[in-house]
Nanobody
Framework: QVQLVESGGGLVQPGGSLRLSCAAS????????VGWSRQAPGKQRELVAI???????NYADSVKGRFTISRDNAKNTAYLQMNSLKFEDTAVYYC?????????WGKGTQVTVSS
């Protein structure tokens, strides 16, 4: 079993930055893909960023150029650097990791962009 714990969320003003972390623990053999999704109130969960093993990354159009996904395989940790935050980035952010053939999700961290 693998557990994921997100951290780094909080309240930030428009234009500000936050860095989310996602730490994995448990029976980890090899982490394949890591990713972040978010869910705003009243909206469906959307994929924000993904890092496929090998360095390929993809981003939602709404965050391209502002968000950067990265990973530290030695620490079993993924990151999401969020810059130039906008009101519409307010959401609960969830990380996920694919270990072997299984995908695991964290419980989420709240990001609120407000003046």
């Amino acid at each position: 079993q693998v557990q994921l714990v997100e951290s780094g969320g909080g309240l930030v003003q428009p234009g500000g930055s936050l860095r989310l972390s996602c730490a994995a623990s448990g029976s980890i053999s090899a982490i394949n893909a890591v990713g972040w999704s978010r869910q705003a109130p009243g909206k469906q969960r959307e994929l924000v960023a993904i890092d496929v093993s090998g360095g390929t990354t993809n981003y939602a159009d709404s965050v391209k150029g502002r968000f950067t996904i990265s990973r530290d395989n030695a620490k079993n940790t993924a990151y999401l650097q969020m810059n130039s935050l906008k009101f519409e980035d307010t959401a609960v952010y969830y990380c996920y990791m694919t270990v072997g053939v299984m995908t695991y999700w964290g419980k989420g961290t709240q990001v609120t962009v407000s003046s």
